[in-house]
Nanobody
Framework: QVQLVESGGGLVQAGDSLRLSCAAS????????MGWFRQATGKEREFVAA????????YYTSSVKGRFTISRDNAKNTVYLQMNSLRPEDEAVYYC????????????????WGQGTQVTVSS
């Protein structure tokens, strides 16, 4: 049974940094893409970043490029999202997700989801 467990959310001030973690278990993820999505109150869930577990190739939505970095630790089966220069508009529940074999920015395409971690950014 696949499990994705996020951690690391919290309350920060604008300009601060935060690192989210996603511990993955239940299968071998070498052929998966891992992603981070976010959902702000009253808005649809949106793609933030993704990484090919095997190659390490990364993808970002334009609003976070240069501020956020997705990475993975194969030994720990963990994916990270380092978020720098946080803005109030980054405030959302952040979700970790996994999809087999391909990368997609459409949330419904992703197969597995964590329960989310809240990131609150005060101005």
């Amino acid at each position: 049974q696949v499990q994705l467990v996020e951690s690391g959310g919290g309350l920060v001030q604008a300009g601060d940094s935060l690192r989210l973690s996603c511990a993955a278990s239940g299968r071998t993820f070498s052929r998966y893409y891992m992603g981070w999505f976010r959902q702000a109150t009253g808005k649809e869930r949106e793609f933030v970043a993704a990484i090919n577990w095997s190659s390490g190739t990364t993808y970002y939505t334009s609003s976070v490029k240069g501020r956020f970095t997705i990475s993975r630790d194969n030994a720990k089966n963990t994916v990270y999202l380092q978020m720098n220069s946080l803005r109030p508009e980054d405030e959302a529940v952040y979700y970790c997700a996994a999809i087999y074999g391909r990368y997609d920015t459409y949330p419904r395409a992703w197969e597995y989801w964590g329960q989310g971690t809240q990131v609150t950014v005060s101005s």
